[in-house]
């Protein structure tokens, strides 16, 4: 097989069904979820996940790393965590007399990176910059991350006391925001009884490897976006910015995304063109997490997702030319 | 469109009947009638918002409104009906007498039983007909069809001058029945999140369907013929200009050579009257005409009184006339070139393209019923009403001594025809002195002074001054200006000059109609005329013609007679094809109006499927066409992309049909939205093929309203409208 030949976008689809038929077996009643998951690993961006301990979160990212068949690290975010740990430092070693570059957590395909607003600002903006950047400067070298190279980091929006939320800058940095939910009883129970048997997470099996991954994302940027798509992106992201009930809209950035987010599904359904519908299908997941509501929306219980939701049905598709 | 029922759509159905009978206005005189389709759109309307309230099906409620329609038109009709054992048959010679009122008589109409009968019919159709295609078949666009209908068949049949105007309160209605009865307002708002957007579209909808209603109404109306002009009688352009005829007559008594006029031979061999034209407005400056309704249908019946039926041969010297000499009151005419009558006065106009050259050596024959009452039946007579107001009104600045004389003149006439005839009796008495040397003028002042001091004139004064008598004891006079009936030639015809012309009064009497007058005393010297001295102490009946039929005629009602003097070599009898032809005309307008849908629907087809579109302009036009095909077949076709969308409508559709929707919406997506494109060189065929799959698939009755009526050409409308 070759593997850094560009796949054709039939073999990316492919592709990304068997990596989510792969995680599906140990994430039960999730299909949403793990779908977004692909769609940001091909669309070489980060995924925030917002959500109450043990629903999975780790489990998603692990079984991601897994079927890819590449590396996965954690790193479990604390207040004493340095920005070395991430990144890496420099040592001396003894033996060459030359200092030697120890590679931080950030040197993985996957990076987990847990409870990530428990950190101190400073690390959480390294990890931010090299997120933007797929590198790392230390002592003047210039070390390139891993390709692919995607975080997926979590957050508990209970017990907020003692951490420092994510400004809105570095969410924006995310691609996309899912929330993992509880299970349907059915699925849990399933789970239950798929446990009894031990680690779920040995029985997945790699249905790919990086270089693959990473070669189906240089595929996937030969989508086509047509100029009236990319009207449309930017009319549902000035639809946020003009929107009333919210204080704060998304970024250009966020256009950006969403344009990236919609060629992956375009992709995934056998097109070399994207289409209003591959647009649409992300926005909330894309959108979301970037936009403040006013204290009005709040107090009456107006949660982003509706609001976003509301102005994508909202904004005229060019189906007509 | 999306459809929605407003509850007081039945409301608004009514409201817009009543208004889309306004076009009767010209042709129905009163307004008695409304007052009557009032009734019958209330019980429409009525049950039409009761019903629902109690959680009625629509269509139940429609057939609840056709039966109270029905209930009110029977109960109408009995009323209107005269009494009769049978009510069917009441009805049915009801309906009878309302189609030979339309057949034979002039607009206006009286609002005879039979007329208004009719209309209330009418009405019934049109708002049960609205209600059954805006409430049960939810196709509200179509409301225009019986809306218009009155207007169509007034514009095409009867008036000649119908107003474009009395469009506007159809439209309305339309618009209104649009607003009420569809979802388009709130469908364009569901987008707008503020209140104020809701009222600013719905307002653009309003004035978009209003602009499109006029729109067109401008392209229908050159199809119809509005004004004055009619298809069959290509007339003149721009409205006719009347000579004043009373200089004429002045030139023809005082020019020193007597000529000849023509000459006539009647059915009879009695002598006639020869009128060319009434002025029934006598203004302080004299008399004058009044601007003419010309009509060329309904002339035997715009006058129906007593008379004697006469026919007239006419042969015309070589003498211009706009107008035609014909005794009065003409019933058919049989004459070349293209003739028009005034319903109020009975004068003949001739309205061809060389209309004033048309009497030149014209024959011509005419039928009349010359009216003939006794002297019992003229004292009998009250004042008559009804007729032109002007034919009433003394003309301002009237010497009040006038009044007096007047009141004298009649002091023991205890009735308006006694008056009249002590009025006659009055001037032809030695008293006053015909002289052609008096001036010329029927001015307030010439006859004060006529009356009162000169006491010389000649046939003018006469006239001038009885009308004035007369309409100042209340009695309707006109002026009729034509001839004397000349002098008797060995082979029995007679023959009329210049020094023959004539003017004499016609007073609007009870039961008897316009009854001509001879004030003109017997005179040696021109005009010469036997008729006054041959009757009794000149204070006989003054018809024109001798009283010597014993009995009076009743009415003589031809329906079959000519109700046209568009003047064709056939007899009489045969014209009634000419309303034949109007009533084909106007069927067939209806036909095209009915199809007017469905060629519409077609024609938007093929300008969509035009080839020579640009790729992309081509695929969302042939998109848009396949829209249009689902809801025509009355399939929803949900919101998107067409890949998505012929993805979701496979499964509801039949194999071919799902598989061309599938290549027509790939062949659209790639050409709007991919780098490269697509060959779109099959879309309209395959678009073409897959309008046969649908309609192969549907039931009949949606086969019929998709070719018929298709549901779509709103939704087209919405879209070119509102931009959306």
Redesign the interface.
């Known amino acids: 097989m070759n593997q850094t030949a560009i796949p054709s976008l039939t073999e990316v689809s492919q592709l990304a069904g068997r990596i989510a038929a792969e995680m599906a077996r140990v994430i039960e009643g999730k299909d949403r979820q793990i779908r977004t998951v692909v769609t940001v690993l091909l669309a070489e961006g980060h995924l925030l996940i917002e959500d109450v301990p043990g629903v999975g979160k780790t489990v998603l990212a692990k079984s991601l790393g897994r079927a890819i068949s590449g590396d996965v690290k954690r790193i479990q975010f604390t207040p004493d965590l340095l920005p070395s740990d991430v990144t890496g430092v420099s040592v001396f070693n003894q033996s060459t007399r030359e200092f030697e570059f120890k590679p931080g957590g950030i040197f993985a395909h996957i990076v987990l990176g847990d409870e990530i607003n428990r950190a101190s600002p400073k690390t959480q903006s390294a990890l931010l910059e090299a997120m933007a950047e797929g590198q790392v400067s230390a002592d003047g070298h210039t070390y390139r991350l891993a390709e692919p190279f995607m975080v997926i980091a979590t957050q508990n929006p209970i017990e907020m006391e003692g951490t420092y939320p994510l400004p809105e800058a570095q969410r924006d940095r995310f691609m996309a925001r899912i929330t993992m939910g509880y299970p349907a009883r059915q699925a849990e129970v399933a789970m239950l009884e798929h446990h009894a048997g031990g680690d779920q997470l040995s029985t997945v099996q790699p249905v790919t490897d990086a270089a693959a991954v990473a070669a189906a994302a240089r595929a996937i940027r030969a989508v086509y976006v047509a100029p009236v798509i990319n009207d449309y992106i930017v009319a549902i992201v000035e639809g946020t910015r003009r929107h009333p009930d919210l204080r704060l809209g998304a970024s250009p950035r966020a256009s950006l995304h969403l344009m990236r987010a919609a060629r992956v599904e375009a992709a995934l359904a056998g097109r070399d063109y994207v289409i209003p519908e591959d647009v649409r299908a992300l926005a909330v997941e894309v959108l979301a997490h970037r936009v403040l509501p006013t204290v009005e929306a709040q107090v009456s219980r107006r949660d982003p997702e509706t609001i976003v939701r509301a102005i994508v049905e909202a904004t005229q598709a060019p189906n007509r030319g | 469109m999306r459809f929605s029922h407003h509850p007081l759509t039945s409301v608004v159905i009514a409201a817009a009947t009543l208004l889309s009978l306004m076009p009767l206005a010209p042709m129905v005189r009163g307004s008695g009638h409304l007052l009557e389709a009032g009734f019958v759109v209330a019980a429409s309307a009525a049950v039409g918002v009761g019903l629902p309230l109690l959680r009625s099906p629509r269509l139940l409620v429609v057939l609840a409104q056709a039966l109270a329609v029905a209930g009110v038109v029977a109960w109408r009709g009995l009323g209107l009906a005269p009494a009769a054992a049978d009510p069917l048959a009441a009805l049915a010679a009801l309906t009878a007498d309302g189609v030979t009122a339309i057949r034979t008589g002039a607009a206006p109409v009286e609002p005879v039983p039979g007329i208004v009968w009719l209309i209330i019919v009418l009405t019934a159709l049109l708002v049960v007909a609205l209600e059954l295609l805006v409430s049960a078949l939810e196709q509200p666009a179509w409301a225009i069809a019986p809306l218009a209908l009155v207007y169509g068949v007034a514009a095409i049949t009867v008036v000649t001058d119908l107003s474009f105007w009395y469009l506007l309160p159809v439209v309305a209605g339309y618009v209104a029945v649009l607003l009420s009865a569809t979802g388009v307002a709130e469908s364009a708002t569901g987008?707008a999140?503020r209140p104020g957007a809701y009222l600013a579209s719905r307002l653009q909808v309003a004035v978009a369907f209003g602009a499109a209603a006029l729109a067109l109404a401008l392209v229908v109306a050159p199809l119809l013929p509005l004004g004055d002009k009619q298809p069959w009688n290509s007339g003149p352009d721009g409205p006719i200009q009347l000579s004043d005829p009373t200089v004429r007559l002045e030139q023809d008594l005082k020019r020193p050579a007597d000529s000849e006029v023509l000459t006539y031979r009647t059915s009879d061999g009695r002598p006639a009257y020869l009128r060319t034209v009434a002025l029934p407005e006598l203004t302080p400056s004299g008399a004058r005409l009044l601007p003419m309704r010309l009509s060329t249908f309904g002339l035997s019946q715009a006058h129906t009184f007593p008379g004697d039926e006469v026919e007239v041969m006419v042969s015309m010297a070589g003498v211009p006339s706009e107008y035609l000499p014909v005794p009065f009151a003409v019933d058919a005419i049989d004459a070349a070139g293209e003739w028009s009558f005034d319903p109020d006065t009975l004068s003949v106009v001739a309205s061809g393209p060389d209309r004033l050259e048309q009497t030149i050596d014209l024959d011509y024959t005419v039928i009349s019923t010359m009216p003939s009452p006794s002297r019992e039946e003229i004292e009998a007579a009250g004042a008559g009403s009804g007729v032109l107001a002007a034919t009433s009104e003394v003309p301002e600045g009237l010497d009040s001594r006038v009044t007096a004389m007047t009141a004298e003149v009649v002091a023991g006439a205890d009735s308006a025809g006694a008056k009249a005839l002590a009025i006659q009796e009055y001037l032809r008495s030695g008293a006053f002195e015909y002289s052609l040397e008096a001036p010329a003028s029927t001015g307030t002042d010439a006859i004060s002074s006529f009356l009162l001091d000169d006491r010389s004139g000649y046939c003018i004064h006469f006239a001038a001054a009885m009308i004035t008598m007369a309409r100042i004891e209340g009695i309707p006079a006109r002026m009729a200006v034509g001839f004397t009936p000349g002098e008797l030639l060995e082979d029995g015809s007679y023959r009329v000059t210049a020094h023959d012309a004539h003017a004499w009064p016609e007073l609007f009497l009870d039961d008897l109609g316009w009854v001509p007058f001879e004030p003109t005393p017997a005179f040696d010297g021109p005009p010469e005329y036997t008729d006054p001295a041959e009757q009794p102490t000149g204070s006989a009946s003054p018809s024109p013609t001798p009283t010597t039929s014993a009995s009076l005629e009743p009415p003589t009602v031809e329906p079959t007679a000519a109700p046209t003097p568009t003047l064709r070599p056939t007899a009489p009898g045969q014209d009634t094809d000419v309303s034949v032809v109007g009533w084909v005309v106007a069927g067939l307008s209806l036909l095209v109006l009915l199809a007017l849908p469905a060629l519409i629907r077609i024609a938007l087809r093929a300008w969509r499927l035009r080839p020579g579109q640009e790729r992309?302009?081509a695929?969302?036009a042939a998109?848009?066409e396949v829209e249009a095909l689902f809801v025509d077949v009355g399939r929803d076709l949900p919101?998107?992309?067409?890949?998505?969308v012929a993805a979701a409508m496979a499964a509801d559709l039949p194999q071919r049909a799902a598989a061309t929707l599938r290549e027509i919406a790939h062949t659209v997506?790639?050409s709007?939205?991919?780098?490269t494109g697509t060959d779109i060189g099959r879309l309209p065929a395959q678009v073409r093929a897959l309008r046969a799959a649908l309609l192969r698939d549907a039931t009949p009755a949606v086969r019929a309203r998709a070719l018929l009526v298709p549901p779509s050409l709103l939704l087209a409308a919405r879209r070119v409208d509102l931009g959306?």
């Open positions: 987008r999140s992309r302009a695929a969302a998109w848009a919101d998107g992309s067409p890949g998505p997506e790639v709007q939205f991919s780098r959306a």
